[in-house]
Nanobody
Framework: QVQLVESGGGLVQAGGSLRLSCAASGRSFASYIMGWFRQAPGKERESVAG?????????YYANSVKDRFTISRDSAKNTVYLQMDSLKPEDTAVYYC?????????????WGQGTQVTVSS
């Protein structure tokens, strides 16, 4: 049973930083792409960043976070991170970690419960 557990959210002032963590368990993620998504109240879910587990290749960043956010993974700890710098009030959202088996699926199959990020102006 795959489990993804996010942590690290909180309240921060604009211009500040947070690091989100996603602890992954339940199977080998060697064939997986890990993604971070976010959803603000009243808005559609937005894809933020993605990384290939094997090799740690960064696949994409949303234009809205490019040069401010950094996705990475620590295979020894089975954890994916999202380092968020220069935060803006518009980054306020619930952030979700997700996993997709790139060999067998075109959609993200597993999701965490989310962690709230609030950026005050």
């Amino acid at each position: 049973q795959v489990q993804l557990v996010e942590s690290g959210g909180g309240l921060v002032q604009a211009g500040g930083s947070l690091r989100l963590s996603c602890a992954a368990s339940g199977r080998s993620f060697a064939s997986y792409i890990m993604g971070w998504f976010r959803q603000a109240p009243g808005k559609e879910r937005e894809s933020v960043a993605g990384i290939r587990w094997s090799g740690g290749e960064v696949l994409y960043y949303a234009n809205s976070v490019k040069d401010r956010f950094t996705i990475s993974r620590d295979s020894a700890k089975n954890t994916v991170y999202l380092q968020m710098d220069s935060l803006k009030p518009e980054d306020t959202a619930v952030y979700y970690c997700a996993a997709r088996n790139w060999a067998t699926s075109t959609s993200y199959d597993y999701w965490g419960q989310g962690t709230q990020v609030t950026v005050s102006s």
